[in-house]
């Protein structure tokens, strides 16, 4: 059974670093591309960024640019999204999802269960 | 850069009754690379349809996808009161993945 699972809520300040994760399991890790996506309070879903766990191919939104970084360890099967510099608007729902394995498949079939990220002083 | 605008933000409708969800591009996108996601209160995302009109594994008929170039729709053809949810379409090309705003299907 295909399944991506998240790291645990978090609860920080703002300047603080953060890394949360995703372990996928189920299939061929390397394969897939995995990508991060926000969800902010009552809003809708922004993508992030993208990584091909087999080589660490990674694509940003021009809105994310410079703002996170993604990453895997193939070994662990887990790729993560971590901040240098938390902000209080970075509060939000971050989401793992895999895309379909063949290039001509743009969706994304599975999806982790959410890690909530709270930023308050 | 494509954008996606959905229509209408908030659909209230009863159960039993059909529902119509737009999906508009701003510019021509391939069918293979539009898809459509349902969101239900405090889960993830959950994929629907994948190509415009291909049902995901285990989805009902009861949803359905059409559409080419720049209109896409998602009907759902008797609403059940699992259905009431919120509903995405999302594109992915050129290294860019865009989801549309959202459209709430409410009870009315």
């Known amino acids: 059974e295909v399944q991506l699972v998240q790291s645990g809520a978090e609860v920080k300040k703002p300047g603080e670093s953060l890394k949360i994760s995703c372990k996928g399991s189920?299939?061929?890790?390397?394969?897939?591309?995995i990508a991060w996506v926000r969800q902010m309070p009552g809003k809708g879903l922004e993508w992030m960024g993208i990584i091909y766990p087999g080589d660490s191919d990674t694509r940003y939104s021009p809105s994310f640019q410079g703002q996170v970084t993604i990453s895997a360890d193939k070994p662990i099967s887990t790729t993560f999204l971590q901040w240098s510099s938390l902000k209080a608007s970075d509060t939000a729902i971050y989401y793992c999802a895999r895309r379909g394995f063949y290039s001509s498949q743009r969706h994304f079939d599975y999806w982790g269960q959410g890690t909530l990220v709270t930023v308050s002083s | 850069e494509i954008v996606l605008t959905q229509s209408p933000g908030t659909l209230s409708l009863s159960p039993g009754e059909r529902a119509t969800l737009s999906c508009r591009a701003s510019?021509?996108?391939?069918?293979?690379?539009l898809a459509w996601y349902q969101q239900k209160r405090g889960q993830a995302p959950r994929l629907l349809l994948y190509?415009?009109?291909n049902r995901a594994t285990g989805i009902p008929d009861k949803f359905s996808g059409s559409g080419s170039e720049t209109d896409f729709t998602l009907t759902i053809s008797r609403l059940e009161p699992e259905d009431f949810a919120v509903y995405y379409c999302?594109?992915?090309?050129?290294?860019?993945?865009?989801f549309g705003g959202g459209t709430k299907v409410e009870t009315k």
């Open positions: 999302q594109h992915y090309d050129n290294s860019r993945l865009t």
């Open positions: 190509g415009a009109s």
């Open positions: 189920g299939y061929t890790f390397t394969n897939y591309w």
């Open positions: 510019q021509s996108v391939s069918i293979n690379y």
